[in-house]
């Protein structure tokens, strides 16, 4: 036999000011007026024929019928809400391929993608790290992250993060060492270099604006990948270049400082890349609205700067 049962109105209005124990804070979730609420319950309660409620000038106070209906009603909501959201969120549900430089995976995406995975269980992300630059239209992968001047022809790109470039060192080697206060000052101190780094990235570009000419820049430690630089600069070895898009984390937990307020904008920005046709595909739209979220938080220890144009693999 059919059960008949209330409506679900009603239903709702009792929940919510059984939760708020106040008929006006149950109308302003409802967006609707208090006696809105006072109705549905009466109707609620006479169709019943129990009281729900004791009112009394200071608030709502459940009657043991009322305490007896709520759990049942209050979890019967929670299966509606989870039921809805499956059917919603169906469109969601696969795998997710991110191709991504190796630098910027390791230190700004793979720290945050806990965050990402909590909210979209449903989505599988596989992220490929790849120094050079995959075509969208020949692999597998959904989505590209790329260091570069933003100019990709047939991608829909659209601006992740702009990064900012200045010495950073380890608090340990601060409090220690001599005195670090203007570049001048690095001709005491480690330096640590990029075997592969652009003349942007590397300490003689930095050297020579500053008018510092006394620095053997074949001195000092030299590494051939970025992840074991910012090692180094953590360990206490040295003064590397950092990058804002690397290391805000390192920045922001105190493992790494800015020992000086020298900066300048580096000449390439990561970009969110997706084939035009695909942007607004669901799992990609969630994705990359995500990724906005993440670079939009503020930055650590980060000062103002300019402009420029990329290579991929840096």
Not at 149 to 167: H, N
Not at 232 to 256: E, N, P, T, V, Y
């Amino acid at each position: 036999m059919t059960r008949r049962l209330p409506p679900l109105n009603a239903l709702r209005a009792f929940e919510a000011a059984a939760r708020h124990q106040s008929f006006s804070r149950a109308a302003d979730e409802m967006a609707v007026t208090p006696a809105a609420i006072s109705h549905q319950v009466k109707a609620l309660e006479d169709q019943l024929q129990i009281r729900l409620f004791r009112r009394l000038p200071r608030g709502l106070v459940l009657t043991d019928e009322g305490r007896a209906l709520l759990p049942g009603i209050s979890d019967g909501f929670l299966r509606l809400a989870d039921a809805v959201g499956r059917v919603c969120n169906r469109d969601l549900a696969g795998r997710l391929r991110v191709s991504v430089i190796p630098s910027f995976a390791a230190r700004w995406l793979v720290p945050r993608i806990g965050d990402f995975h909590a909210r979209y269980p449903e989505i599988d992300l596989e992220i490929e790290a790849e120094a050079r630059s995959i075509d969208l239209n020949t692999s597998d992968a959904d989505i590209g992250i790329r260091y570069g001047s933003g100019d990709y022809p047939g991608l829909a790109t659209e601006l992740l993060l702009r990064e900012e470039l200045f010495p950073v060192c380890s608090p340990t080697l601060l409090n220690r060492g001599p005195p670090l206060k203007e570049m001048a000052d690095l001709r005491h101190h480690v330096l640590l270099h990029d075997i592969y780094a652009p003349g942007w990235l590397n300490w003689q570009s930095w050297l020579e604006d500053a008018g510092v000419r006394d620095i053997d820049l074949n001195r000092g430690l030299r590494f051939s990948d970025t992840a074991m630089i910012i090692q180094a600069a953590i360990a206490g070895h040295g003064l590397a270049i950092g990058r804002s898009g690397l290391m805000g984390k390192d920045l922001d937990a105190g493992r790494l400082v800015r020992p000086m307020p020298v900066s300048r904008p580096a000449p390439y920005d990561y970009w969110m890349v997706v084939l035009p046709h695909r942007a607004e595909e669901p799992r990609l739209l969630v994705f990359r609205q995500w990724l906005a979220e993440q670079a939009a938080a503020p930055p650590a220890q980060s000062a103002p700067g300019g402009r420029a144009s990329a290579p991929e693999g840096s």
